[in-house]
């Protein structure tokens, strides 16, 4: 019989009946009616082709084959219950990997991933950089970081933030805009241009102009004193977002980092 035939509920049926060499008993487990064991027996002789149970004056007695395929289906089911303890370890698992543009790993993510180390010893993170798509299934990921309008396809939560800012080292000239890839250009050509917002805002802190980025990335730096904000903060409809397939999503440990980064 093929696997995707087989009849799991039925035989799921007989082993408690089996077990009990009672059809009340067996629905008292199963949450279910008397009849209802009855009827899921029934529908299993006739797949099977064979009588599994015989009504005696001494009550029920399983026939001889139904003995002969009982310590297999037995054996079957723990091994069941063990290939679910074995999938749902993953959700305690202290490890987690995540995906995220390079700029916002080394300038927003990491130095809060060890406050939230700092609290759970035990917690091991992987960090993939990844700037464009990002695919859950080859990469094996438990979440994503990324810029956009929203979170696509899969779940998500946005990472608050004051939207863009506009930043140069404190005291220095800041005449010269620095361009990065999808940046908004303020008045024409950039005459410094850089590979991502993080390198923008490094060239802005080495004095080279002033840079338009999300205030998110350029957080830490400005609390540092590394570069000063020009201006007033604009609104923008990009923002970092949190996502994951609604499998991870639902994930104890995923829960728990997307709280977490949500509070750093």
Sequence with gaps: M???HLPLNGLRVL???ARHLSFTRAADELAVTPAAVGQQIRALE????????????????????????????????????????????????????????????EKWLMPRLAEI??????????????????DFTEANLDLAIRWGEGPGEHEGEALESDGMVTVAKPGARADTPIGWPGCVQE???????????????DAAAEGLGRATIPELLARGDIEAGRVAVIGEPTTSRLGYWMVAPLPQWRQKKVKALVEALGEA
Excluded: C, H, N, W
């Design 117 to 134: 180390a700092r609290e759970d010893p035990e917690l091991r993170f992987v960090l993939i950089a990844a700037d464009e798509a990002i």
């Design 46 to 105: 006739d797949t099977l082709g064979v009588v599994l149970f015989r009504r005696t004056t001494r009550g029920l007695e399983l026939t001889p084959e139904a003995e002969a395929g009982l310590a297999a289906l037995r054996a079957g089911f723990l091994q069941f219950e063990e290939s679910v303890r074995a999938m749902q370890a993953g959700q305690s698992s202290k490890s987690l990997t995540i995906a995220a543009p390079r700029d916002l790993t």
């Design 15 to 17: 082993d408690a009946a």
């Design 2 to 4: 093929k696997r995707t």
């Design 187 to 201: 008045d024409g050509v950039a005459l410094v241009r850089v590979g991502d917002a993080g390198l923008a805002l």
